[in-house]
């Protein structure tokens, strides 16, 4: 059974960083695609940031340059570095995995956390 627990959210003010965490259990993560999204409060779900098996990584235009995906294979986790926040980066942010597909931003992927509520105060 593949299990995403999500940690690491909470209030910042505008200008700071989090870090989040995706640990992964019940297979092994370095050969997952591994994808995060968020969905702020009456809007659609979107994605944030993504990691092929092979560490390619893409982002979401309004991400780039400000968030970091990656993560740690021995300890089976992956990670979102988010840093000059912005007040619209508000939102429960989800890590996702799938272990059949390549790399994709559509929200098809099998395996998600329960989410982690980030909000940045202006």
């Known amino acids: 059974q593949v299990q995403l627990v999500e940690s690491g959210g909470g209030l910042v003010q505008a200008g700071g960083s989090l870090r989040l965490s995706c640990a992964a259990s019940g297979r092994t993560f370095s050969s997952a695609i591994m994808g995060w999204f968020r969905q702020a409060l009456g809007k659609e779900r979107e994605f944030v940031a993504g990691?092929?098996?092979?560490?390619?990584?893409i982002y979401a235009d309004f991400v780039k340059g400000r968030f970091t995906i990656s993560r740690d294979n021995a300890k089976n986790t992956g990670y979102l570095e988010m840093n000059s926040l912005k007040p619209e980066d508000t939102a429960v942010y989800y890590c996702a995995a799938d272990w059949s597909r390549v790399l994709t931003t559509r929200d098809v992927y099998a395996y998600w956390g329960q989410g982690t509520q980030v909000t940045v105060s202006s």
């Open positions: 990691m092929s098996r092979g560490g390619n990584t």
